[in-house]
């Protein structure tokens, strides 16, 4: 069943998630600035795709955080830990000793068979 947004923008389903309610609003703004409609219906559906994600992680919308859009952008990763180090860091938190931080640097790849097409 297809699914017509704003008039003129058609999705293949009816939005889902915590943002469907706003999906409508979304694609008038976007009208409203002038946008061509190919790039509008780009812009919706990454925002409806955005909002079946967050919906299939029962994040609701006072939820959403920068970190939530990073992470859905981003696409599921793997890491391999390339070094570990540490260091005293009295001086800089002004503590007495030992003041230890330590931390890894870490090679991120899209996990193995992902495409960012397959998020969508």
Known sequence: MKYIVNGDLVLSRAPEGPLATH??????????????????????????????????????????????????????LRGRILDLTYTDATELYKAPPPTWVAGALIEWAPADGYSQEQSH
Not at 26 to 34: K, L
Not at 51 to 56: A, C, M, Q, V
Request: proline share 2%; glycine share 12%.
């Open 23 to 76: 999906v409508g609003g979304f694609a008038r703004w976007a009208s409203e600035q002038g946008y061509a409609r190919y790039s509008r219906y780009r812009q919706v559906l990454l925002a409806t795709c955005f909002s079946r994600w967050l919906g299939r992680r029962l994040i609701g919308v006072r939820q959403v955080s920068s970190e939530q859009v990073f992470r859905y952008l981003r696409g599921p």
